[in-house]
T-cell receptor
Framework: GAGVSQSPSNKVTEKGKDVELRCDPI?????LYWYRQSLGQGLEFLIY????????KSGLPSDRFSAERTGGSVSTLTIQRTQQEDSAVYLC???????????????FGPGTRLTVT | AQSVTQLGSHVSVSEGALVLLRCNYS??????LFWYVQYPNQGLQLLLK??????LVKGINGFEAEFKKSETSFHLTKPSAHMSDAAEYFC????????????FGTGTRLKVLA
């Protein structure tokens, strides 16, 4: 019965470096979401996975951002050539969304706080 | 396109007083609506959700919300505030098909005064 876990909890990186953020969803949850929480922008949707495929990447802010999910479980969000405006808390959520139905709540991890110096 | 508006980025109430946090939504179809709470340095925790069943929804920690289609509102209430209710509260609308991703409001920070 573990919840959604994310690692690292905090990451400080220098501008221009690449970072990887990891999300372990609740076992059996087919849907996985990444959101970004930043001052002035609130909570923004980034990307959605159903299984290993990502049918909705519409929230990724630039081509420096990418994500993958393997084995229908763990997901990694990668930010290349980080910029100061990438500083934010990155939240992962998983849900039991079954294809063709909705209304299932999303369960959120504690987030990764990214600081780009 | 769906959207959510939360009126009042900061709300202060006295301990024991009524809590009212406002949320209005925009959706061309009946939406799914959610309220989440976020304590400092933590993730979001679900308080309650509306999925087209009963219009008055009861959640955890004594919170409830009423879906009013005519007013496109889903306000969160609690009869008596506790100090432990101090947190940030987010209203979210979910698409009713496709990805079911959330569109969040900008959040309301609740302060409870002793």
């Amino acid at each position: 019965g573990a919840g959604v876990s994310q690692s690292p909890s905090n990451k400080v990186t220098e501008k221009g470096k690449d970072v990887e953020l990891r999300c372990d969803p609740i076992s059996g949850h087919t849907a996985l979401y990444w959101y970004r929480q930043s001052l002035g922008q609130g909570l923004e949707f980034l990307i959605y996975f159903q299984g290993n495929s990502a049918p909705d990447k519409s929230g990724l802010p630039s081509d420096r951002f990418s994500a993958e999910r393997t084995g229908g479980s763990v997901s990694t969000l990668t930010i290349q050539r980080t910029q100061q405006e990438d500083s934010a808390v990155y939240l992962c959520a998983s849900s039991l969304n079954l294809l063709g139905s909705g209304g299932y709540e999303q369960y959120f991890g504690p987030g990764t706080r990214l600081t780009v110096t | 396109a769906q959207s959510v508006t939360q009126l009042g980025s900061h709300v202060s109430v006295s301990e024991g007083a009524l809590v009212l946090l406002r949320c209005n939504y925009s959706s061309s179809v009946p939406p799914y609506l959610f309220w989440y709470v976020q304590y400092p340095n933590q993730g979001l925790q679900l308080l309650l959700k509306y999925t087209s069943a009963a219009t008055l929804v009861k959640g955890i920690n004594g919170f409830e919300a009423e879906f009013k289609k005519s007013e496109t509102s889903f306000h969160l209430t609690k009869p008596s505030a506790h100090m432990s209710d101090a947190a940030e509260y987010f209203c979210a609308v979910s698409t009713t098909s496709g990805t079911y991703k959330y569109i969040f409001g900008t959040g309301t920070r609740l302060k409870v005064l002793a």
